[in-house]
T-cell receptor, first 113, second 116 residues
Framework: GNSVTQMEGPVTLSEEAFLTINCTYTATGYPSLFWYVQYPGEGLQLLLKATKADDKGSNKGFEATYRKETTSFHLEKGSVQVSDSAVYFCALSQNTGGFKTIFGAGTRLFVKA | KAGVTQTPRYLIKTRGQQVTLSCSPISGHRSVSWYQQTPGQGLQFLFEYFSETQRNKGNFPGRFSGRQFSNSRSEMNVSTLELGDSALYLC???????????????FGEGSRLTVL
């Protein structure tokens, strides 16, 4: 079945540091790939998405590129801020007569001032 | 446009009781999915409904059930509660239908269930 593997956390960075959170997936066919973010006490919200190979999703300075050859969708940001502290989830979705989204375990990010 | 609304936000139950959680999707969204979030298991897919029909189901026991009404609102029910059912239950909606739909989920803030 489909699965998503992302790097374990927590990840602790200083403000303005470079961020990478690795994500790889296993799926048949061509899923859509997502990064969701969960701030403390809140539900998840979409950060960015990519729907086909070589697509780059971007939002709020975060980027991720859909790499089919390496089945990866790594999240990057050039300069993190304290406000980026949250849990980040990599996910894939396929329409097989209804959508079923599979999530990675989540990576908690702490950014220190 | 109002977001996904879940009620109640917090509730405490005892073992053996049952609970019903409610979800109102974003207006115009016809698909509703439910997820269980726990520190140990992460986000686990429970089920997905579209036009009052369950289209997908995760690997949960029969104590977990759901339904969707004609206005797309959804409820999930957990019967004979166990301590391990303590979790944040998240509802998400998506504008199902059409090739433009990529499965992007719009989440509510969740219902936090504590079983004592």
């Amino acid at each position: 079945g489909n699965s998503v593997t992302q790097m374990e956390g927590p990840v602790t960075l200083s403000e303005e540091a470079f961020l990478t959170i690795n994500c790889t997936y296993t799926a048949t066919g061509y899923p859509s790939l997502f990064w969701y973010v969960q701030y403390p006490g809140e539900g998840l919200q979409l950060l960015l998405k990519a729907t086909k190979a070589d697509d780059k999703g971007s939002n709020k300075g975060f980027e991720a590129t859909y790499r089919k050859e390496t089945t990866s969708f790594h999240l990057e940001k050039g300069s993190v801020q304290v406000s980026d502290s949250a849990v980040y989830f990599c996910a894939l979705s396929q329409n097989t007569g209804g959508f079923k989204t599979i999530f990675g375990a989540g990576t908690r990010l702490f950014v220190k001032a | 446009k109002a977001g996904v609304t879940q009620t109640p936000r917090y509730l405490i139950k005892t073992r053996g009781q049952q609970v019903t959680l409610s979800c109102s999707p974003i207006s115009g969204h016809r698909s509703v999915s439910w997820y269980q979030q726990t520190p140990g298991q992460g986000l686990q897919f429970l089920f997905e409904y579209f036009s009052e029909t369950q289209r997908n189901k995760g690997n949960f026991p029969g104590r977990f059930s759901g339904r969707q009404f004609s206005n797309s609102r959804s409820e999930m029910n957990v019967s004979t509660l166990e301590l391990g059912d303590s979790a944040l239950y998240l509802c998400a909606s998506t504008p199902a239908g059409g090739t433009a739909n990529t499965g992007e989920l719009f989440f509510g803030e969740g219902s936090r269930l504590t079983v004592l």
